[in-house]
């Protein structure tokens, strides 16, 4: 029976709810990018976006993808022929090093079996049997394919001890969820996206760099025009402003996101993302159903289960079709072998106990077997103790 088919939970790892108040935000009227309204609005959301980021420097907002953020950390760092380490930990790691190579870099890939994080050691002794000087090294903090959340605080430690290379990190899928201290972590450069936790409409990229990125970037001769960081570091510093047609209402819509995240504090914030992860995760424990990665390096803004028999396979359309529900699948190598949920940005513990109870139906509905209550159950008491 299908009802209110208005009323649809989105729970894909992006693009990911956006709240109402930030709806609003974005519907502001209009405001010229050369006007003097337009650099009290961008200097706001780039100084108030710092502490999601870690970073001691305004936050440089680029009109473009996730994808847009990746590619410009590579083209402000990367000349022809520079060795370069990328650690593959899944489909947006390959991505990164695919964009490494299109810019001429030797690229190494420090290959890691999808579903595992990269352990610190392993890097270390990549680097080791290496033996090379190295320009980069290239890591995911969430790795979006697989839900898994790499020891970035860790990695950054060996890259500092090991190499004099920069240490670039893809934080699409995470940042707005999860800690994170670039001078403290060695991160040099830190990217993501507004349509993931910023519980933005797809659109901005964000791009964090420390003083050491800065100044390679201002060397850097590789060819850029519209992703050439000094010309956005440039007009912010001299003008508050951006050398490019900005989103506008996208701007507006980041903002008002940072006012929610200091309204309800960014640990807190942290700790929901936390929460939202155990509640899912042991519900779907409780309901025999095989997760991807292991607890110890899962990612607090997505859940990916194995979709080993007929039954899960069957999941992912049953849930859109009959409770209105939207996951996500899974990507290059494992299409058709997982299915994603995001619990990210502007989502609750209410949502997760209404995707498990959907969840439960589904299987008594497609298999007859009977799990109801149970991992509900399961969430709830997590929940409860939290």
Request: proline share 5%.
């Amino acid at each position: 029976m299908r009802m209110l088919m208005d009323q649809h939970l989105l729970l894909t790892p992006g693009p990911t709810p956006v709240p109402d108040r930030v709806k609003y935000a974005m519907n502001a009227p209009m405001i010229g990018h050369r006007s003097k309204e337009f650099p009290l609005l961008l200097e706001d959301a780039a100084k108030q976006l710092m502490p999601v980021f870690g970073s001691k420097t305004p936050i440089a907002i680029i009109a473009g993808s996730g994808t847009a953020a990746l590619e410009a950390a590579a083209a402000n760092i990367i000349e022809s022929e520079d060795s370069v380490i990328v650690i593959v930990t899944g489909a947006f790691g390959e991505r990164f090093a695919q964009i490494c190579e299109a810019f001429g870099a030797n690229v190494h890939r420090l290959e890691i079996e999808w579903g595992k994080a990269c352990a610190p050691e392993v890097l270390e002794q990549y680097i080791d049997r290496l033996g090379i000087s190295l320009k980069a090294v290239f890591s995911t903090y969430c790795e979006t394919s697989t839900g898994v959340l790499n020891p970035i605080q860790a990695l950054g430690s060996v890259v500092k001890t090991k190499t004099d290379a920069l240490f670039i990190v893809d934080g699409v899928s995470c940042i707005g969820a999860v800690p994170v201290d670039m001078e403290g972590w060695h991160i040099d450069i830190l990217v993501s996206g507004s349509q993931k936790a910023l519980m933005l409409p797809p659109g901005l990229a964000f791009i964090a760099a420390g003083d050491a990125a800065r100044k390679q970037i201002s060397k850097t001769k590789s060819s850029r025009f519209y992703l050439d960081l000094n010309r956005y570091f440039s007009s912010y510093e001299t003008e508050h402003s951006t050398p490019f047609t900005p989103a506008v209402s996208l701007i507006f819509g980041a903002r008002e996101v940072c006012r929610m995240i200091q309204e309800e504090g960014f640990e807190n914030v942290i700790n929901r993302h936390l929460l939202l992860k155990n509640m899912m995760r042991e519900g779907l424990k409780a309901l025999e159903i095989p997760l991807l990665a292991e607890d110890d390096s899962a990612s607090p803004t997505i859940t990916s289960i194995k979709t080993m028999d007929d039954t899960t396979r069957q999941l992912k359309s049953f849930l859109e079709n009959h409770y209105s529900i939207s996951l996500a699948g899974g990507q290059k190598r494992l299409k058709g072998q997982i299915m994603r949920i995001g619990h990210m940005g502007y989502c609750t513990p209410h949502q997760i106990l209404t995707a498990l109870s959907s969840i439960e139906m589904a299987l008594y509905k497609i298999s007859g077997k009977d799990l109801l209550g149970k991992g509900v159950a399961k969430a709830q008491e997590v929940w409860i103790h939290a």
